[in-house]
């Protein structure tokens, strides 16, 4: 994994937005708080970061419905307890051979559905407890990815150089590539380090 430039915290949180108010599963509530504070989804899916007050609201939305940088530790909002502030922020250029690396997060499910490996690679290559939520969502983002198409960046986190790196934001979009394996374009990623990750529960 190359690291390539540093990002700010601003930059996370709208990477982290703009995918999930296409998520299934998290869409319908970004979708809600934008309506209910009158805030276009541009600001989501075109995001300014020289707006400061933009900024704000972004870093508000992600804070109120996943805890990001609050000492929450419940399920839902995994992210919080995170000092996300302590880490350094980075994008950073990932192969097929570094999403060979990745873990998801150490969750019930993930840990279930790999084994105990936490392995994206090791769901990708399991047979599929849901063939059709297979074919219907990871199929097709996998086949975009070998083609290079452009997909909202993951999220990861490490607690520093040759460390483990655990996806935060992306485990979906993490299995696809998985599943593309060697013909997996090169990507970008966004990575947060520091030392203060391996404390967390998800870690």
């Known amino acids: 994994m190359e690291l390539l430039l540093p990002v700010t915290l601003d930059e996370v949180a ?22 209910r504070d009158g805030l276009p989804a541009a600001l989501l899916t075109n995001p300014d970061l020289t707006d400061e007050r933009a900024n704000a609201a972004r870093l508000g ?7 990001f940088d609050q000492a929450d530790t419940s399920l839902e909002t995994y992210i919080g307890g995170l000092p996300v502030r302590d880490l350094d ?51 097709p983002l ?10 909202p960046e993951i999220i ?22 998985a599943m593309a394996s060697a013909d997996l374009k090169e990507r970008t990623a966004l990575l947060g380090r520091s030392h203060v990750v391996a404390e967390q529960w998800f870690y």
Not at 61 to 67: A, D, M, N, S
């Open 14 to 35: 709208a990477v982290w937005l703009s995918a999930e108010i296409h998520s299934n599963r998290f869409g319908a509530t970004v979708d809600s708080m934008l309506q």
């Open 89 to 139: 922020w980075w994008r950073v250029r990932i192969t097929a051979a570094d999403v060979a690396r990745l873990h998801y997060i150490n969750w019930g499910y993930w840990v279930e559905v790999t084994g105990g490996t936490r392995l994206p690679a090791t769901f990708a290559s399991a047979k599929p407890a849901e063939p059709e939520e297979i074919e219907v969502v990871y199929f």
């Open 142 to 151: 996998r086949d975009a990815f070998v083609a290079g198409a452009e997909v």
């Open 156 to 177: 990861l986190v490490d607690s520093g150089p040759d460390t483990r790196i655990v996806i935060l934001e992306g485990h979906v979009r993490a299995t696809a590539m």
């Open 61 to 67: 939305l992600l804070r109120e419905y996943r805890g």
